[in-house]
């Protein structure tokens, strides 16, 4: 009886003592966080917010996986409308430090996770390759434009961290944090960018407008581009051709589905993108060659549903008429002055991309050029000319090699009857959307190529247990 005592005291002190390290452990890095946020509010506002809203997206995380990844999308989601309310605050800045924010917070999550689990030697392998292939072009990068070259590294590499996120998904491909938040999240996005066009703009986007001139998508006195709450129409048309592919997975309650799926419809057609369009329809073919023909009837029943309600609203709705003129101007690219100058940038610029080896240097296209002088690929209107442009053949290469080894396992993931298998379905058609969509912008740059390795991820973990589960 008395060793038992001393036994119970012995467990009791090191219970004790152990949360007494773990208090003692919080305190310093709560101090040490209070002092960081202390520091960057001397320097910028926007640089405060952002430490504040990285550490929410880790301290939720490590709280609970589901609302980590739940706000890591949202922080993706809603950062750049979040900005354009910090501009009515403080006027506009030169480079914004919350425009950081959403890479550093999923380059942190993942890389808490890849610390902490296992992870197989696929994913390991996909991402290896993905990275030496951005990595090429980080030298000549370098020096060129150092912050431009860093901006685009840590850009695309925490695209590439996605995977680690997809691969640790739980149950196994039954369900995904990626679908729901497609779903719940991108509706009141898509309703928001009818909006912008139904009633006046929003002073933090009228502002926002005025500040950068952003012509290519409309003014403040003319119809525009909706956006929402992303930076832009190529980059808000994506996601909702994603979460309008999801939709096809609702079965409890099909009428929210056809909700659902006409707001979608619309915000997506007054984005003005049509290649989303063109990826939408090879998505939904994917879908049905995937499932060998059975799910044709559901897919292309969705899509009827989609054009009927469209069409039907269109001769009541100034918006729906645009949904329906836009839908019907897919074919005729022949006509349009922007899709002709595409062509020619295009026929101007690929021989030049592929006779450099190690290409003209990460961040000499896209956004990250904004940190230093003119390019010849500001607006990206092709992602593989892109990547090629800014990593030589080598580097393209190799990525592409990496989004190869995701093709095959989605395809075989596909294939694979069980539970998961409509969930399966849905994710090679989603990345099927997104490799076409990369014909006409940067689909690894920003919260797409977040999704894109994601889906990667994923699709790789569902092999892996394939194979280690069989005999």
Same mark, same amino acid.
């Given at each position: 009886?008395?060793?038992?005592?001393?036994?119970?005291?012995?467990? !009791?002190?090191?219970?004790? &003592? =152990?949360?007494? %390290?773990? +208090?003692?452990? *919080?305190?310093? #890095?709560? /101090? @040490?966080?209070?002092?960081?946020?202390?520091?960057?509010?001397?320097?910028?506002?926007?640089?405060?917010?952002?430490?504040?809203?990285?550490?929410?997206?880790?301290?939720?995380?490590?709280?609970?996986?589901?609302?980590?990844?739940?706000?890591?999308?949202?922080?993706?989601?809603?950062?750049?409308?979040?900005?354009?309310?910090?501009?009515?605050?403080?006027?506009?800045?030169?480079?914004?430090?919350?425009?950081?924010?959403?890479?550093?917070?999923?380059?942190?999550?993942?890389?808490?996770?890849?610390?902490?689990?296992?992870?197989?030697?696929?994913?390991?392998?996909?991402?290896?390759?993905?990275?030496?292939?951005?990595?090429?072009?980080?030298?000549?990068?370098? !020096?060129?434009?150092?912050? &431009? =070259?860093?901006? %685009?590294? +840590?850009?695309? *590499?925490?695209? #590439?961290? /996605? @995977?680690?996120?997809?691969?640790?998904?739980?149950?196994?491909?039954?369900?995904?944090?990626?679908?729901?938040?497609?779903?719940?999240?991108?509706?009141?996005?898509?309703?928001?960018?009818?909006?912008?066009?139904?009633?006046?703009?929003?002073?933090?986007?009228?502002?926002?407008?005025?500040?950068?001139?952003?012509?290519?998508?409309?003014?403040?006195?003319?119809?525009?581009?909706?956006?929402?709450?992303?930076?832009?129409?190529?980059?808000?048309?994506?996601?909702?051709?994603?979460?309008?592919?999801?939709?096809?997975?609702?079965?409890?309650?099909?009428?929210?589905?056809?909700?659902?799926?006409?707001?979608?419809?619309?915000?997506?057609?007054?984005?003005?993108?049509?290649?989303?369009?063109?990826?939408?329809?090879? %998505?939904?073919?994917?879908?049905?060659?995937?499932?060998? /023909?059975?799910?044709?009837?559901?897919?292309?029943?969705?899509?009827?549903?989609?054009?009927?309600?469209?069409?039907?609203?269109?001769?009541?709705?100034?918006?729906?008429?645009?949904?329906?003129?836009?839908?019907?101007?897919?074919?005729?690219?022949?006509?349009?002055?922007?899709?002709?100058?595409?062509?020619?940038?295009?026929?101007?610029?690929?021989?030049?991309?592929?006779?450099?080896?190690?290409?003209?240097?990460?961040?000499?296209?896209?956004?990250?050029?904004?940190?230093?002088?003119?390019?010849?690929?500001?607006?990206?209107?092709?992602?593989?000319?892109?990547?090629?442009?800014?990593?030589?053949?080598?580097?393209?290469?190799?990525?592409?090699?990496?989004?190869?080894?995701?093709?095959?396992?989605?395809?075989?993931? %596909?294939?694979?009857?069980?539970?998961?298998?409509?969930?399966?379905?849905?994710?090679?058609?989603?990345?099927?959307?997104?490799?076409?969509?990369?014909?006409?912008?940067?689909?690894?740059?920003?919260?797409?190529?977040?999704?894109?390795?994601?889906?990667?991820?994923?699709?790789?973990?569902?092999?892996?247990?394939?194979?280690?589960?069989?005999?």
């Amino acid at each position: 009886m008395a060793s038992l005592t001393r036994s119970k005291r012995v467990e !009791a002190r090191r219970y004790l &003592g =152990a949360k007494g %390290a773990e +208090l003692w452990w *919080l305190l310093l #890095v709560g /101090g @040490a966080c209070a002092a960081l946020l202390a520091w960057l509010l001397t320097f910028s506002v926007q640089g405060a917010w952002a430490f504040v809203l990285v550490v929410s997206v880790i301290a939720l995380h490590q709280y609970d996986r589901r609302w980590g990844i739940a706000a890591m999308f949202a922080l993706w989601f809603v950062g750049p409308m979040l900005r354009r309310l910090f501009l009515l605050l403080t006027g506009p800045i030169g480079t914004d430090p919350l425009s950081l924010a959403p890479f550093i917070a999923t380059a942190a999550i993942a890389g808490l996770e890849f610390a902490s689990a296992h992870v197989a030697w696929s994913v390991r392998r996909v991402m290896l390759l993905a990275s030496i292939g951005f990595a090429i072009g980080l030298p000549l990068g370098l !020096a060129s434009s150092p912050e &431009g =070259a860093m901006y %685009a590294s +840590l850009a695309y *590499l925490a695209g #590439v961290a /996605g @995977a680690v996120l997809g691969y640790h998904e739980r149950p196994w491909l039954r369900e995904s944090n990626l679908r729901r938040v497609l779903l719940f999240g991108m509706v009141p996005i898509a309703a928001y960018a009818i909006a912008q066009r139904a009633v006046p703009l929003p002073v933090w986007d009228r502002e926002w407008l005025e500040a950068f001139e952003f012509t290519s998508i409309g003014g403040v006195d003319t119809p525009i581009r909706v956006y929402a709450s992303l930076n832009g129409p190529g980059t808000l048309a994506p996601l909702l051709g994603l979460a309008l592919l999801c939709c096809l997975t609702v079965r409890r309650h099909p009428k929210l589905a056809i909700l659902s799926a006409a707001l979608l419809t619309t915000a997506l057609s007054l984005t003005f993108v049509r290649s989303a369009w063109v990826a939408l329809i090879a %998505a939904g073919g994917a879908h049905i060659i995937a499932s060998r /023909g059975r799910s044709a009837r559901h897919v292309l029943g969705a899509m009827a549903v989609i054009v009927v309600i469209s069409a039907a609203l269109a001769p009541f709705s100034h918006t729906a008429g645009d949904v329906v003129s836009r839908f019907s101007s897919i074919g005729q690219t022949g006509s349009d002055s922007s899709a002709v100058a595409r062509q020619a940038s295009f026929n101007q610029l690929f021989p030049r991309a592929i006779s450099a080896p190690l290409g003209h240097g990460l961040g000499s296209a896209g956004e990250a050029t904004r940190l230093h002088g003119e390019t010849d690929l500001r607006a990206v209107d092709n992602g593989y000319l892109s990547l090629l442009y800014q990593v030589g053949p080598v580097g393209f290469a190799l990525v592409i090699a990496a989004l190869f080894l995701i093709v095959r396992s989605a395809w075989n993931g %596909a294939q694979a009857r069980g539970p998961g298998y409509e969930l399966r379905l849905l994710l090679f058609a989603m990345l099927v959307y997104l490799l076409v969509q990369l014909t006409s912008g940067d689909v690894f740059y920003g919260p797409s190529g977040v999704i894109l390795w994601f889906i990667g991820g994923q699709v790789l973990a569902y092999e892996w247990r394939r194979a280690t589960a069989s005999p």
